[in-house]
């Protein structure tokens, strides 16, 4: 189970690369670079990637490799919990659009 969930980490890894890009690409086809949910979106964006890429995933691979007590399991789930808050986040911004042109 646990190689499967770190298997799933690595493929959101490629989902949370392809998304941001056709997020820019969209956002500069229809002219709204300099819109301020865009900026803050893209910023919460990069600090679910940083930490999937240098906390979250590395101890996924600690756990599998080296059983511990349980304390590196319960920082993983506080630090998933804190990477599933950015993305929900980023994804009501994407719906409210606060500071909107229109």
Avoid: H, K
Avoid at 13 to 38: N, Y
Avoid at 60 to 68: C, F, G, M, S, V
């Amino acid at each position: 189970m646990a190689v499967a969930l770190l298997r799933i980490t690595r493929g959101y890894s490629l989902f949370g690369i392809v998304v941001p890009v056709v997020g820019i690409v969209l956002a500069l086809v229809q002219g709204r670079m300099g819109e301020i949910w865009i900026t803050v979106s893209m910023v919460l964006t990069a600090a679910a990637g940083v930490l999937l890429a240098l906390w979250i995933y590395p101890l996924q691979r600690e756990a599998l490799a080296e059983p511990d007590d349980g304390a590196r399991l319960r920082r993983l789930s506080m630090l998933a919990g804190i990477y599933n808050l950015l993305w929900a986040v980023v994804v009501v911004m994407m719906i409210v659009r606060p500071g909107a042109d229109g």
